[in-house]
């Protein structure tokens, strides 16, 4: 869905993940408590493109263990994934604004993750699906 007329975005959420003492606790109560389906990774939210019906958007929620590095270097006990378009291009025009880029493009069966740094120091974590 490349759009070279326009500069490359976030197009929502991917994920929510936060820091739990017991990550399986953590699953367990909000499977018992408010009726998530959850697998080892949390659980995962699936919603349609309002303007593309065909097109099915996932939201990972999950916890991680307290102590866990994946969010360092942020201090904060949390981390959103924002999906986004054109993540090379993307990550170029935060080069250019001064963003600190923590990590290169990795590909995987999901699509291209990149890490980076707002402006409070939160870490986050952008996300090209696959299916882009």
Same mark, same amino acid.
Request: glycine letters at 6%; charged letters at 30%; zero cysteines.
């Given at each position: 869905?490349?759009?070279?007329?326009?500069?490359?975005? *976030?197009?929502?959420?991917?994920?929510i993940?936060f820091?739990?003492d017991?990550?399986?606790?953590?699953?367990?109560?909000?499977?018992?408590n408010?009726?998530?389906?959850?697998?080892?990774?949390?659980?995962t939210?699936?919603?349609?493109?309002?303007?593309d019906p065909?097109e *099915?958007?996932?939201?990972?929620?999950?916890?991680?263990?307290?102590?866990s590095?994946?969010?360092e270097?942020s201090?904060?006990?949390?981390?959103?994934n924002?999906?986004?378009?054109?993540i090379?291009?993307? *990550?170029?025009?935060?080069r250019?604004?001064?963003?600190?880029i923590?990590?290169?493009?990795?590909?995987?069966?999901?699509g291209?993750?990149?890490?980076?740094?707002d402006?409070?120091g939160?870490?986050?974590?952008?996300?090209?699906?696959?299916?882009?």
């Amino acid at each position: 869905m490349e759009n070279s007329n326009k500069p490359p975005k *976030v197009t929502g959420i991917g994920g929510i993940f936060f820091l739990s003492d017991d990550p399986k606790e953590t699953r367990d109560w909000y499977a018992k408590n408010l009726g998530l389906d959850m697998t080892e990774w949390g659980s995962t939210f699936e919603s349609r493109n309002i303007t593309d019906p065909d097109e *099915v958007n996932q939201l990972q929620w999950s916890p991680f263990k307290s102590g866990s590095s994946y969010f360092e270097p942020s201090k904060k006990e949390f981390m959103v994934n924002y999906r986004v378009q054109n993540i090379e291009e993307l *990550v170029k025009n935060l080069r250019e604004n001064g963003v600190t880029i923590l990590d290169e493009i990795e590909e995987s069966d999901h699509g291209k993750f990149v890490h980076i740094l707002d402006s409070d120091g939160n870490k986050l974590e952008l996300w090209e699906p696959t299916d882009n």
